[in-house]
């Protein structure tokens, strides 16, 4: 009996120690419940960064910020509220905000997601004061962009809300973020955005916040993101969206010397600030569902055309490095070309029956003379097949039938044939180099697009090579390089004593040529026009519309200082529409000012929406 108060002492001894070493553990070592407990009181909110700047070559704004404020929300610590008062506060439908929580719940219970989008700060006043009656809904600030200009949304793109794959892949970004989708807003994204930073706050049992946690000494900075300055002169954009007014079509001008794009005009087009702000969504998918117009289309990037003449300049090229032909060579034009016992290779160069040498050839766009030079570039090597991939294959040193590799993100490789696809196409050794005769003239299988032509335009000034287009000039005021790619000179193959007789013979283009009425007194062009056949399908019958007008120069002739090509769907003859154009944008940006006063007002009266007016279904043939 004298030991049982031993015992019982003995046994609360024990129990009290474990008691005390488990509160030990649990507080001191084990921090779970702490952790638990501030996760309750503490609440994380992300800053979101300020979007980097955009700029024209000469330092004019063109993209900024405007602060707005998103509602967002937790799903886990939504509580019941006035459904009534939110919608009143926030002027959204129940239905809309029952979609977004829906969709919120969705992405995840635990992380803020985008329920009310880009209200401005009158339209938050009242919800500010009002926000602590909603229990899981909080008020963060965003930039959205505002632009400084109505030209070039091809070029800057546009912002919108992250899709589910896109949060998926990169995990820099919540439900709510805002991304690039087009432009450089899409090719730059990662530069623009900028880092976000991070707050920590503790809040109270009503999830309000009552202070900063820690004395922010976990708090992270937003990192804004960088500017661009682009290689674009917005005058001269805006120049070239007056001209193409009433018109469908492009113009691209590049700077020779570096293969910087100083203007990339596509029409139909709209305003940047269309896809900007609270109603983007809407006027988004009202320009996807415009089939006819396609103004989301850039023409001068993705549309794919028959070159035409322009192209002659190519096989000339090509011809003189292979042999085919030298200065001296000649062919006699009756009207036209005969090959086989019926076809018949037209021609409107005038010579009838004259001898036709390389400067008339190219003067006069003779297409004899280039449908024989055609034939003996792909007969040389008494092979259909390996004659016409010799000439694929130096074709594309000149940038066509592949990708650009520009620092925008989209675009279209054209097509350039070779004796693959022929074999498929007549099957192999059941063809010759008759069969494919029209793309000596651009016309046939070839398909290319306005910047490739342009591109050419570029390589031909510097004598046989190119830089790779590009319209990012500049990133952080010059503290980060551009992609090393764009300084790396491009080589066409042909030998740079091939071009001056060319290049002569486009100045003659405009001189006395097919671009005469275009020439400008005080500065000496070179130039070449093209016509583009245009058959569409209507009703399952084939139609002939009126042909695609196209253009291509460079100037001054001597030291040139940008090449343009310019293309308008169904614009007829290309000293009609192109060539006029072409012309006053070269004065434009060389001068700042126009001389050829009559050019300029034929082109903003000139409209060819009658002919758009023709309906057909969308395949071409």
């Not at 008062?85 to 969709?103: D, G, Q, R, V």
């Not at 730059?188 to 991070?198: A, D, Q, S």
């Not at 036209?336 to 766009?365: D, E, Q």
């Amino acid at each position: 009996m004298k030991q049982k108060p031993y015992i019982i002492g003995l046994f609360l001894f024990i129990i009290t120690g474990i008691m005390i070493g488990r509160l030990f553990y649990l507080q001191i070592i084990n921090d779970n419940y702490k952790q638990l407990s501030l996760k309750n009181a503490v609440k994380k909110e992300y800053i979101i960064p300020e979007r980097g700047y955009i700029y024209d070559r000469n330092g004019k704004l063109l993209v900024s910020n405007l602060q707005v404020y998103d509602v967002m929300a937790i799903p886990n610590q939504i509580k019941p509220f006035d459904t009534i008062a939110f919608l009143k506060y926030t002027k959204i439908s129940k239905k809309e905000l029952l979609k977004n929580l829906k969709k919120a719940k969705a992405y995840s219970y635990r992380k803020p997601s985008l329920i009310v989008p880009k209200l401005y700060k009158n339209e938050i006043a009242l919800l500010s004061e009002k926000i602590i009656d909603f229990p899981g809904f909080f008020i963060q600030k965003r930039a959205i962009r505002k632009y400084h200009t109505k030209s070039a949304a091809n070029v800057l793109g546009f912002i919108r809300e992250v899709n589910q794959k896109e949060l998926k892949n990169d995990p820099f970004y919540l439900s709510g973020d805002l991304i690039g989708k087009a432009g450089v807003e899409k090719s730059y994204e990662n530069i623009l955005r900028g880092t976000k930073g991070v707050k920590y706050f503790l809040t109270d049992k009503y999830n309000r916040k009552i202070g900063s946690y820690k004395n922010g000494k976990l708090d992270i900075s937003a990192q804004a993101g960088k500017d661009l300055e682009l290689s674009i002169d917005i005058d001269l954009q805006v120049f070239g969206d007056s001209l193409l007014k009433g018109k469908r079509g492009a113009i691209v001008a590049i700077e020779p010397s570096t293969g910087e794009i100083l203007a990339l005009n596509t029409a139909p087009t709209f305003s940047p600030e269309f896809l900007s702000g609270r109603n983007s969504s809407k006027n988004f998918n009202k320009l996807f569902r415009d089939k006819v117009n396609k103004p989301l289309l850039d023409r001068g990037l993705q549309g794919a055309y028959p070159p035409g003449s322009p192209f002659k300049l190519v096989d000339a090229l090509i011809g003189l490095q292979e042999g085919v032909i030298t200065p001296s060579t000649y062919y006699v034009c009756n009207h036209g070309f005969k090959y086989g016992k019926r076809a018949h290779m037209y021609c409107h160069c005038g010579a009838n029956g004259r001898r036709v040498k390389l400067p008339w050839a190219i003067t006069y766009s003779c297409n004899t003379y280039f449908s024989k030079t055609y034939i003996n570039i792909i007969d040389k090597y008494n092979d259909v097949a390996k004659g016409i991939d010799n000439w694929s294959n130096s074709v594309k040193k000149f940038g066509l039938g592949r990708y650009l590799n520009t620092d925008l993100p989209v675009g279209n490789k054209g097509f350039i044939p070779d004796s693959k696809f022929y074999d498929r196409y007549y099957k192999k050794g059941r063809w010759y180099s008759t069969f494919t005769l029209s793309n000596g003239i651009g016309q046939g299988e070839v398909l290319t697009t306005p910047i490739q032509l342009a591109n050419v335009m570029t390589a031909i000034a510097n004598k046989g090579f190119y830089y790779t287009p590009h319209i990012v000039r500049e990133i952080d005021n010059g503290k980060m390089p551009i992609d090393k790619k764009f300084k790396i000179k491009n080589q066409t193959g042909i030998d740079s004593k091939y071009f001056p007789q060319v290049i002569e013979s486009m100045a003659q283009v405009y001189k006395k040529g097919t671009a005469k009425y275009s020439q400008l007194q005080d500065m000496e062009l070179c130039g070449k026009t093209g016509t583009s056949e245009n058959k569409i399908k209507i009703d399952g019958k084939i139609v002939k519309l009126p042909d695609h007008s196209i253009f291509v120069a460079f100037g001054p002739k001597d030291n040139p200082k940008i090449a343009v090509a310019v293309f308008i769907e169904n614009g007829g003859y290309g000293a009609t529409i192109a060539a006029p154009i072409a012309t006053l944008m070269i004065e434009y940006y060389i001068n700042k000012q126009i001389t050829r006063k009559d050019l300029q007002n034929r082109m903003l009266n000139t409209s060819l929406e009658n002919i758009y007016k023709i309906k057909y279904n969308d395949k071409q043939e």
